[in-house]
């Protein structure tokens, strides 16, 4: 972790906005869950949508870390409609996530 007191190699950092988290999420995404999720997007697309199953044991193997709402956030940014649907609290099954072009 950085000391709060030390400089960027520049000698400026600046907070970041509102608008540049999503920018800051795709750089930080494995390029192969990228890749992934596109993979499944052209897989289950029918036209409309397209709907990705992600089993709460498998989350996309080895990027367990990385959450649907970065997957939402990302995707958002390029033009996509997303919607989640997610087991509740005392409900099993998987989570869909539902890939749609914007209106």
């Not at 030390?6 to 600046?14: L, P, Q, V, Y």
């Not at 990228?34 to 052209?42: E, F, R, S, T, W």
């Not at 709460?56 to 940014?77: A, P, Q």
């Amino acid at each position: 972790m950085t000391d709060v007191n030390e400089k960027e190699a520049d000698g400026s950092c600046e907070p970041i906005s509102p608008k540049d988290v999503g920018e800051l999420k795709a750089k930080n995404l494995p390029k192969g869950l990228i890749k992934k999720v596109n993979n499944l997007i052209a897989e289950k697309w029918n036209g409309v949508y397209a709907a990705i199953n992600v089993p709460k044991s498998k989350m996309f193997n080895g990027y367990e870390k990385y959450c649907t709402e970065d997957i939402r956030t990302v995707y958002s940014l390029k033009g996509w409609k997303i919607e989640i649907d997610r087991p509740g609290y005392n409900e099993s099954g998987d989570t869909i996530i539902k890939f749609s072009k914007k209106d």
